[in-house]
């Protein structure tokens, strides 16, 4: 497919949003007529969906050719769209003639709401619009911006805003752009954003994607990786890069070596070169734990001889033995081969979820945290957790909880555990947990099930400890410091509250 240099048609294609627009092609209008509460779940005809009735408006007939990629005769087009709305969509390169039947048309690119934005990319198997015999997609198809992976990318976006004004934004692996796109087009709040990546059919479309929307505070550029910004700093850096573990590399955007590894590994190895002080590079992907290096740690490794310039975040969203993992990514009977190659070379699991990486500003300790989150978690919890952990290692922080008033959450589930020794069944320990922001399960002493609702939300911390120790629940002599740091790494868990550093209700990002 052949789009017109976007820079080029750049008067047409403001006067092709604005008839887009007139036309209702926005989201919700689009999730309405399609009775969706997210146009993530939209599936095209050829994918399941059943229609009810032939488009017979503006609206349907846009739905109709650029996200079920399906033909309509040029008269009904005219009739429905105008002419001057066919003309447009011609010249911005979207549609073209059907193959062997001219008085056809059909898309030559989907087009699609997200967000605020108006994205196109590639034509595939399930929407074929103009290459409808060209099911396999070339090996640089531009990967579409609806799909569930996306989904998960954008939902984590960190807010560009906490970067200061006038942030300097990259969008590694940029694709359609979509992720840079949405966090440019925050006006006044964002300096600049570059879309960056490898082929010349991404560049092209991200372009496009940009003039498209009238965004005019991103550049593209093209290269292998960092290679396409070489030089340059940023204060936020995005990338969801291809995780699909292939021993042959077939697609770009999909295909990431034997571990799915290779570009995440790229990526994370370039950001201290990269990334300005308190800037954050988020990463959505798959990376692996091997067999005594859990990912983390690897994350740290990649970073190098910086790496204790930087906090490094694993918010866990899935994790699978290689065998699982391959059986689910499509590799049918060679899955079982390639699960034992795998864990023969050490990998004990696939993570998929969320990589944050974070230059310290100013001299302090790191952290490194691994969490799994719970499918309710929104981009808000991912924001608290790296806020209190950071906060956590401020000087006096944890002596000030003496004087604070923590309270046990609603939902924290308590399980004691007792053993059977020398004729009685004693309590031997209590395992607390919570599912929510994150799943989490601490192993603490016989007593803490019973001090545990002592944290009321009126006892400072302080109080706590004198009342357990007095009612036998909490050794005496426990030092008032140790106590303050039981007390933080259970805030930090999500498992007790304080007043203006809880984490966010669930649902919320
Ligand atoms: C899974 S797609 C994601 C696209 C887009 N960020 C999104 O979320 O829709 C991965 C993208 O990485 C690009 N890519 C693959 N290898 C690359 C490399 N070595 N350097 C830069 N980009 C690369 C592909 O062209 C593809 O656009």
Redesign the pocket.
Known sequence: MTLPPPKAGFEDLAQLRRFLVDAGFREPEVAGRLALSSLFDFRTLRGGRTSTAPPSDRLGLLIHLFMDGEPTAQGEAERLLGEEGVRLLLAAGLLAPYPHDAATLAAAALLYPVGPLLIA?DVNEQAPGASPDGGALQS?A????L?G??RG??RDLPDPTEMGPDARIL?????????GLLLASRAGEVGEGVL????E??AHFAGFNAALNGTDNVRVAR???W??VSGERFDLV??????VPADTDRM???D?GADGER?LR?VVEGAPDHLTPGGLLYV??TAVDRVGHPVEARLRAMLGEAHGDFDVFVVISDLRSPAEYLSGAGAGDDALRRARSLRDSGVAAFVHGTFLVQRREGAREVVTVRRVRAPTAGRQALDWMRRSEVKALRPHARRALLRRSPRLRDGVEVQVQYRMEEGELRNRGCRVGVDAPFRVAVDLPAGASRFLPLFNGRRHTLRVLEEGVKRGMIPTGTPPDEFAGLTQALILAGILEVDGSAPPPTGAG
Do not use: E, N
């Open positions: 990319s640089d531009v990967y579409p911006a799909t992976a996306v990318f954008l969008d590694l692996c940029a694709g359609t752009g979509v992720a960056a990546d490898l082929t059919r991404c290269g292998d990786l290679a396409a995005v990338a969801h890069p291809p995780y770009i955007f999909r990431a570009l790229g959505r992907g």
